[in-house]
Antibody, heavy 126, light 106 residues
Framework: QVQLQESGPGLVKPSQTLSLTCTVS??????????WSWIRQPAGKGLEWIGR???????NYNPSLKSRVTISVDTSKNQFSLKLSSVTAADTAVYYC??????????????????WGRGTLVTVSS | EIVLTQSPATLSLSPGERATLSCRAS??????LAWYQQKPGQAPRLLIY???NRATGIPARFSGSGSGTDFTLTISSLEPEDFAVYYC????????FGQGTKVEIK
């Protein structure tokens, strides 16, 4: 079955750029009608949606993070990636990649996350 | 931004009891609301989408209801594996999550 796996540095210095990759295995990132999202969770806190990408390259970002976020896709590697610039300690969190599948027989729509990676902890510290 | 407020923060119940969790939106999200379950050290799992539709493989003891601004997740009879944190999430206006309700063993 399809699985997602996050990878990237676990420690990033303040003001630098956080870079993570999500590898999709067990299926093609281009097959089916899916968006691919990044979501984060600071320790002991709730979830925050960061942004998403379609395999065409179309993106949407959380308005509160938009100025610092770039999400890209590499269909040849079956991967999508996150870059978050100018990080601070407030960006310390577990970062998840997730699949956003189309639902709704009568009015198809996206917006729910039916498959998640296991998450990777990124700490921002000097 | 649509703010989702979940209550209670913690629910202490025994196995076999009924759990009722609430999620209130700061403005109408029509029926565009989901519920997730998260266990320690694990990613969230989608339980309910569009307020009342169970996701694939989710047991029938989980049900969702509501529309507009008030939503409820009900677990009809708690199993030991149901003790976890539950989050609601809306997709009406971007995507936001509630702060979670922890269902703990009494």
């Amino acid at each position: 079955q399809v699985q997602l796996q996050e990878s990237g540095p676990g420690l990033v210095k303040p003001s630098q750029t956080l870079s993570l990759t999500c590898t999709v295995s067990g299926g093609s990132i281009s097959s089916g009608s899916y968006y691919w999202s990044w979501i984060r969770q600071p320790a002991g806190k709730g979830l925050e949606w960061i942004g998403r990408i379609y395999t065409s390259g179309s993106t949407n970002y959380n308005p509160s993070l938009k100025s610092r976020v770039t999400i890209s896709v590499d269909t040849s590697k079956n991967q999508f990636s996150l870059k978050l610039s100018s990080v601070t300690a407030a960006d310390t969190a577990v970062y998840y990649c997730a699949r956003d599948a189309k639902v709704g027989a009568t009015v198809p729509h996206y917006g729910y996350f039916d498959l998640w990676g296991r998450g990777t902890l990124v700490t921002v510290s000097s | 931004e649509i703010v989702l407020t979940q209550s209670p923060a913690t629910l202490s119940l025994s196995p076999g009891e009924r759990a009722t969790l609430s999620c209130r939106a700061s403005q109408s999200v029509t029926s565009y609301l989901a519920w997730y379950q998260q266990k320690p050290g694990q990613a969230p799992r989608l339980l309910i989408y569009d307020a009342s539709n169970r996701a694939t493989g989710i047991p029938a003891r989980f049900s969702g209801s509501g529309s507009g601004t008030d939503f409820t997740l009900t677990i009809s009879s708690l199993e030991p594996e149901d003790f976890a944190v539950y989050y609601c999430q809306q997709r009406s206006n971007w995507w936001t999550f509630g702060q979670g309700t922890k269902v703990e063993i009494k």
